[in-house]
């Protein structure tokens, strides 16, 4: 089970079995019978939704879409390299990491589909996105994995600022209003960080993870799973930083995929199993 997402009804997420076998899947957030909108894919993945359409990656480089309610599925951009999506007014955006044809970059196209564009070229494996009306956030991680970088795209000017710089590794990304939050992946010392959108200085809220993943906020906390040894845990943090929580945790058995929220619940997906834990 991998990389959940959710709306005002369901939960959905891609089953990423192997070539030609994954499919793309929903369930009320309620719970019940789970629902396939897409099967026979290969190797689904990076799946988000917006009030119309899921969509997902493919092992082949193609990012696909099927209505929220079932139907046909739709390519929208074919050999690509795509390592995560995000999705917002209409349009999909991507990072492309630049392997195996470097350099990355980070492109868009329309959610009807078409001719994808690059917006910004030049990337040294950038990887976790997220957008919000006014601009693209990203992580880089360069292959020394030692001078990482967030960065921000303005839709108005197509201007590049970087946010955050020496950091190890950085992946997932999350936003809200204020702040642009990031997970680095230090063997060591991985950490959660946070810089404000419009610049400035950056603050680690929480080092002295092991290996956290799927970053999300709601704006009041952060949440994220972590794994440690033999136990996958699901962690909240306040978006100021403070003490780590623990809200759930299972023992390792297929590893920890992704979180998602909404305003009284998280999901997650650990162990081929979907969870919901309410209120958060």
Wanted: net charge negative; no cysteine.
């Amino acid at each position: 089970m991998q990389s959940i997402a959710v709306d005002a009804t369901n939960v959905y997420w891609a089953d990423n079995v192997g070539a030609g076998t994954g499919s793309v899947m929903k369930v009320p957030k309620a719970g019940g019978t789970p629902v396939t909108l897409a099967s026979g894919l290969d190797t689904p993945d990076s799946l988000v939704v917006d009030d119309a359409n899921v969509y997902w990656t493919t092992g082949a480089g193609s990012i696909e879409s099927v209505p929220l309610g079932g139907g046909s599925i739709t390519a929208l951009a074919t050999n690509q390299q795509v390592t995560y999506l995000a999705v917002n007014g209409g349009k999909i955006f991507w990072t492309n990491p630049g392997w195996p044809r470097p350099p990355g970059s980070i492109a868009v196209v329309p959610v009807s589909g078409g001719t994808p564009s690059t917006l910004v070229s030049g990337e040294n494996n950038p990887a976790g996105i997220a957008a919000d009306d006014s601009n693209l956030y990203w992580t880089e991680a360069p292959s020394d994995h030692l001078n990482g970088w967030v960065h921000r795209y303005s839709f108005s000017t197509g201007t590049v600022t970087t946010l955050a710089s020496g950091l190890s590794n950085p992946a997932s990304i999350a936003i809200d209003g204020q702040y642009v939050y990031w997970l680095t992946a230090a063997q060591a010392n991985a950490s959660l960080g946070r810089v404000p959108i419009g610049g400035g200085a950056a603050t680690v809220l929480l080092g002295g993870l092991s290996s956290p993943t799927s970053l999300v906020t709601d704006g009041v906390d952060v949440y994220f799973g972590e794994v440690t040894g033999a136990a996958v845990s699901l962690v909240r943090v306040p978006v100021t930083g403070g003490s780590a929580t623990t809200l759930a945790s299972e023992p390792q058995t297929n590893g920890f995929t992704q979180v998602a929220i909404d305003s009284t619940s998280v999901f997650w997906s650990v162990n081929l199993s979907l969870y919901r834990l309410t209120p958060k």
